[in-house]
């Protein structure tokens, strides 16, 4: 199964949800000391009142419901298109992995130029997915 396209899929599908429990293990006892009341809250800007370490956590758990989308419509295509093959399933775990890299550095440190440089190696990993899709149509 590690040799299919579609195995990166429920990898990220899981890590996605490690970062939504992480998220949450750290927002709800901030939220706590902050004196934050979800059932009185009105405005995500009253979440800004949180340490920068919880906001971090939860800007990720964001971000992969954003670009990583995706990644999901294309595996599925070059599944179901029979446009798989090793250099294809290799760049899909690339892109898993520099996914999960990006978010443990986004959780964790920040340094907003190492953390782009982790994203954008993850899009140029997509985008020739991409065009090698495109090129399996012709």
Do not use: C
Not at 114 to 132: E, G, Q
């Amino acid at each position: 199964m590690l040799h299919s396209i579609l195995a990166p899929v429920p990898v990220l599908i899981a890590w996605t949800l490690v970062m939504w429990l992480w998220m949450y293990i750290t927002r709800i006892p901030a939220m706590r000391k902050a004196g934050l009341s979800a059932a009185r809250m009105r405005e995500k800007s009253e979440m800004d009142v949180l340490p920068r370490e919880v906001r971090q956590i939860a800007d990720n758990h964001n971000h992969l419901h954003e670009q990583p989308v995706l990644f999901y419509a294309l595996a599925f295509y070059v599944h179901l298109s029979g446009a798989a093959d090793a250099v294809m399933i290799g760049l899909a775990w690339g892109y898993v992995g520099l996914r999960v890299a990006h978010s443990l550095y986004q959780a964790r440190v920040n340094f907003i130029p190492v953390r782009f440089l982790l994203y954008a190696l993850a899009t140029i990993l997509l985008m020739v997915m991409s065009v090698r899709s495109l090129f399996a149509l012709v």
